[in-house]
């Protein structure tokens, strides 16, 4: 790989000398900052996730005049480095301590990565992701450069189906663009303003239905900025992933995050690349996915050829699905044997013995009694409902993967991106006319990856619209589960994963029979609002005002 092909930005020489007191790249796409108080850099990244501009551009106008920068002049972040290196060296050293690398974290801005990539940077546990949103910024404009905002892999760029690729992409980007004002017409339409509701909140919640619907055009090459936050020990994590990953532009990529958070915290990441370290770990890493696909490859021929090019043009209309696959039956019993746990002094067993014994009346007593009056779903009873959880198996577009996937607590894996499990058009596209317009966009997509497949393997999923079906499977508690389900079911959600949380709860109370834990979800929402976004707009728009507002769920 010739290099990251990165649209740098364009800063006065004022401009670079405030930035160059807190970023540690002026001219990359990856960076971390540096020398802010926590909480700017926690506000940063929060109006990073809907802004299209980039982090430095976006401190600079937002952020910077808020600021006393005075002082910071003379700040230099390597100041006592070499000393905390020591340091860390003789208590590792001497004591082997991993935890120490837990308590040093690590801003970083990952810009103009590929919807591809996003999903291999937001995998880790226990580091927190904060990524550009389609419902927010639109992807219509071009970037400085005169290119639409997708990932051009120069291995691609510089073969024969280089100018296929280039002219394919930037049509599905056309179409996008063409879309949104006669979608955005048909919204308005359908759903007049009304005198009680702000013209801001109308005009987003209109935008924001329009970006919904219109997403699912966008390929996965489409770049995206992420901000993340993790310790030392997180990032080493990631960055051994990175290191031996199939994808070229994650390598890169890895390669890129390596040198800038050596220049924060450099002790912490040691081992990443020494032989008998981490690159034995990652070289591990990759022996198991290896010898794995080849093995299961031998065994099931008809799946290891997920990626081929279809036969017959593109594929049908495909069928979303939510199958609960594995969950307890006494699921139940455990969580209430786990909910009076800490109240007694018996073994479990015999605590066991005498939950199995309670009347139906006493058993939802105790679940009432752990449960409580939850005046908000962010009141979530405690870790009992950590002792059983379910399995689910799900098909969905890659779009609403996109957003279930970056729960954290929670065990997510997927198959591999294709066109075989077909596509979906929102039924806001028929509705407004233009079906046909959207279904041709998507054969071209499928056309594209169908040339590309057998020649850049995992680089030809960035022609795949975020449109196409993906399996996946989600695995979490019963506490994860509530959080998960109430907060995606919630009106102002993308109607697509609404649709998703809303079987989730529903098979859990009916194949599950857990219908005491589904009742304790008393915030999931199983409406059809015609404009999601409205209610939560009217809410920002009157905040922004200063008209205060009775607290709302």
Not at 16 to 42: I, K
Not at 293 to 320: C, H, I, Q, Y
Not at 433 to 460: C, I
Not at 517 to 522: C, D, F, K
């Amino acid at each position: 790989m010739t290099g990251h092909p990165y649209a740098a930005e364009s800063f006065t020489p004022e401009e670079r000398e405030v930035l160059a007191h807190y970023v540690t790249n002026l001219d990359g796409p990856v960076f971390a900052l540096v020398n802010l108080p926590e909480v700017v850099m926690g506000a940063l990244f929060a109006r990073y996730s809907r802004s299209a501009k980039s982090l430095r551009r976006l401190f600079l106008d937002e952020f910077v005049d808020d600021l006393d920068v005075s002082g910071d002049a003379t700040m230099d972040a390597s100041v006592g480095l070499r000393r905390a290196e020591e340091l860390y060296a003789r208590v590792f050293g001497e004591y082997g301590d991993d935890s120490v690398a837990q308590l040093g974290g690590v801003h970083l801005a990952c810009e103009q990565a590929s919807n591809v990539l996003t999903k291999v940077l937001e995998r880790g546990r226990l580091m927190s992701y904060l990524e550009q949103s389609t419902r927010y910024v639109p992807y219509d404009s071009r970037m400085p450069t005169g290119h639409y905002r997708y990932y051009r892999d120069p291995e691609l760029l510089e073969s024969p189906y280089g100018a296929r690729f280039v002219g394919d992409m930037d049509r599905m980007f056309d179409t996008y663009a063409g879309l949104l004002e006669p979608l955005s017409e048909h919204l308005r339409r359908v759903h007049p303003p009304r005198g009680d509701i702000s013209p801001i909140a109308y005009r987003q919640s209109i935008r924001a239905r329009a970006l919904d619907a219109l997403r699912g055009l966008l390929p996965a090459g489409s770049l995206s900025n992420v901000g993340i936050y993790g310790s030392g020990q997180s990032f080493e994590l990631l960055l051994l992933h990175l290191r031996d990953h199939p994808l070229p532009e994650a390598r890169h990529y890895g390669a890129l995050m390596l040198a800038e958070l050596r220049k924060v915290i450099p002790s912490f990441l040691t081992r990443v690349d020494r032989p008998d370290r981490g690159v034995a770990w990652a070289d591990y890493l990759s022996g198991r996915r290896e010898e794995m696909a080849a093995l299961v490859a031998s065994w099931w021929p008809e799946e290891s050829v997920a990626d081929a090019p279809m036969r017959g043009g593109l594929p049908g209309a495909g069928n979303w699905s939510v199958d609960l696959v594995d969950f307890d039956p006494a699921g139940e019993d455990k969580v209430l044997v786990a909910c009076c746990y800490p109240y007694v002094t018996c073994a479990e067993r015999e605590l066991e013995r005498a939950v199995a014994g309670l009347s139906p009346e006493a058993r939802a007593a105790l679940m009432s009694a752990y449960v409580g009056e939850r005046a908000n779903r962010r009141h979530r009873p405690g870790r009992a409902f950590e002792r059983t959880g379910y399995r689910f198996d799900i098909v969905s577009d890659y779009g609403a993967f996109r957003d279930l996937q970056r729960h954290r607590m929670l065990t997510v894996e997927w198959q591999p991106l294709s066109t075989e499990l077909g596509w979906s058009i929102p039924e806001l596209i028929v509705e407004a006319g233009l079906a046909d317009t959207y279904l041709a966009s998507l054969e071209r997509s499928f056309e594209l990856h169908a040339l590309l497949a057998p020649h850049f393997g995992e680089a030809a999923r960035y022609a795949i619209a975020l449109g196409f079906f993906v399996r996946y499977s989600l695995d979490c508690s019963a506490r994860e589960a509530m959080h998960i389900i109430e907060l995606r079911s919630s009106p102002q959600g993308h109607p697509t994963y609404r649709r998703i949380a809303q079987e989730m709860h529903r098979l859990i109370a009916e194949r599950a029979g857990h219908r005491a834990i589904a009742a304790a979800m008393s915030f999931v929402d199983h409406t059809s609002p015609d404009l999601g976004r409205l209610a939560a707009e009217q809410r920002a728009a009157l905040r922004k005002l200063g008209i205060a507002q009775a607290s709302t769920p």
